[in-house]
């Protein structure tokens, strides 16, 4: 009996340490501790990096497998090196949906597809193009990985720090989040909602967005919530991104923006100079291109 209580009893507190990613029990305990693996089966591979995603040596090690494990998988060709510490099990030019969908997987906090990038997936981009040279923007709370830069993909990623934008109410709240299934047997990519990744987008005027490109995009945007609005705009820290976003609202009043109350949110104070050049808007007191100021 002593000896049936101690072994369950090891068992419980080592199924509270296992990694989410961990394979089978068996070969992950010695005398109830997690132990690293001597060597990768096939079924640890394909449960540990499946075909299509990439992994870093860091986080390989992290769910129980040895560096010696891991080298041999290497030297044998299980495993294929990308770059310097990131493998995958075969060597190819990825996609960006294998490149997010390994970030996300491996990522201790939300990364998302947003802005631009969102809108497109969403269908709402229609001006923008995706060819062979795709530019895929992510936004996160800490910083880039080093690794992003050093794996062959058919895009280029570009970062934002949510620091300046969201709040922490924002930022992890998955009401504020679409999901794009791109592989039956994959992880699904999230990304921003459609009102979140326009107020994401905002924030590159106007040097990776133009003014034009902005209210070009607001006029496919018919039906937005005005619910999520009101809490991300409550949640947003950047004043520029609200008066852009009332302003360019505004010159296309649709309903959901009646529904919007400008009273409610925090616009700062005093004159923004974010059009170099252009007109003072007098409601929102930014300067906009002199072409789109007045009404529409």
């Not at 690293?36 to 992994?55: E, N, S, T, W």
């Not at 709040?167 to 992890?172: K, N, R, S, T």
């Not at 006029?219 to 919530?225: A, F, P, R, W």
């Not at 170099?276 to 291109?289: A, E, M, Q």
Request: hydrophobic share 40%; glycine share 8%; with cysteine.
């Amino acid at each position: 009996r002593r000896k049936y209580k101690v072994m369950r009893t090891s068992c419980l507190c080592a199924s509270l340490y296992l990694p989410v990613s961990s394979v089978f029990f068996a070969d992950y305990f010695n005398n109830g501790k997690p132990m690293a693996f001597q060597g990768l089966k096939p079924q640890h591979i394909d449960r540990l990096l499946p075909h299509g995603l990439v992994a870093t040596r860091q986080w390989v090690l992290e769910q129980g497998v040895s560096r010696h494990a891991l080298d041999n998988a290497v030297k044998s060709h299980r495993l294929h090196k990308l770059a310097v510490g990131v493998y995958a099990r075969a060597e190819s030019r990825l996609s960006w949906q294998a490149v997010v969908c390994s970030l996300q997987r491996m990522a201790d906090r939300s990364v998302l597809v947003g802005g631009v990038s969102a809108l497109q997936v969403l269908g709402l981009g229609q001006y923008l193009s995706f060819g062979d040279t795709q530019k895929l923007h992510l936004y996160a709370e800490g910083k880039v990985p080093g690794w992003l830069g050093r794996v062959a993909a058919k895009a280029s990623f570009q970062w934002h720090s949510t620091r300046m934008l969201w709040g922490a109410e924002v930022l992890e709240n998955k009401t504020y989040q679409k999901h794009l299934q791109w592989r039956d047997d994959l992880p699904e990519i999230a990304l921003s909602c459609s009102e979140k990744a326009y107020l994401e987008m905002l924030a590159d005027i106007p040097d990776g967005i133009s003014f034009d490109h902005a209210d070009e995009l607001m006029q496919g945007l018919t039906s937005l919530s005005p619910s999520k609005l009101d809490a991300l705009l409550r949640g947003c820290k950047s004043i520029k991104v609200k008066r852009l976003f009332f302003w360019l609202a505004s010159r296309h009043n649709y309903p959901w923006f009646r529904k919007l109350n400008r009273d409610d949110y925090d616009l700062g104070k005093g004159k923004r100079v974010i059009a170099k050049s252009g007109k003072l808007d007098n409601t929102y007191l930014i300067t906009v291109p002199e072409h789109l100021h007045g009404p529409k």
